[in-house]
Nanobody, 119 residues
């Protein structure tokens, strides 16, 4: 099992920045990739960005490229999401997730952290 705990959410004004963290514990050696998802009120949960745990290769939703940066620190078993130039439409609960190499779906999820961007 892998446990994931997000932190770093909060209230920020439009144009501001936040950095989310996701600390992994447990059988972290089994992690192949991690990702950030977000879910706005009344909407589906959507992927934001992914990162390969060993190589560090990243992928982003096109609409967020240039504003959001995903990264990880293997020594700390922690993944990050740096969010800049935030907009009110970025308001959502942000979740981190991890999957094993043998999985096509994400196996483990954090509890989510609220990000609210005021106009």
């Amino acid at each position: 099992q892998v446990q994931l705990v997000e932190s770093g959410g909060g209230l920020v004004q439009a144009g501001g920045s936040l950095r989310l963290s996701c600390a992994a514990s447990g059988r972290t050696f089994s992690i192949y990739a991690m990702a950030w998802f977000r879910q706005a009120p009344g909407k589906e949960r959507n992927i934001v960005a992914t990162i390969n745990w060993s190589s560090g290769n990243t992928n982003y939703v096109d609409s967020l490229k240039g504003r959001f940066t995903i990264s990880r620190d293997n020594a700390k078993n922690t993944m990050y999401l740096q969010m800049n130039s935030l907009k009110p439409e970025d308001t959502a609960v942000y979740y981190c997730a991890a999957r094993k190499g043998s999985s096509r779906m994400y196996d483990y999820w954090g509890q989510g952290t609220q990000v609210t961007v005021s106009s």
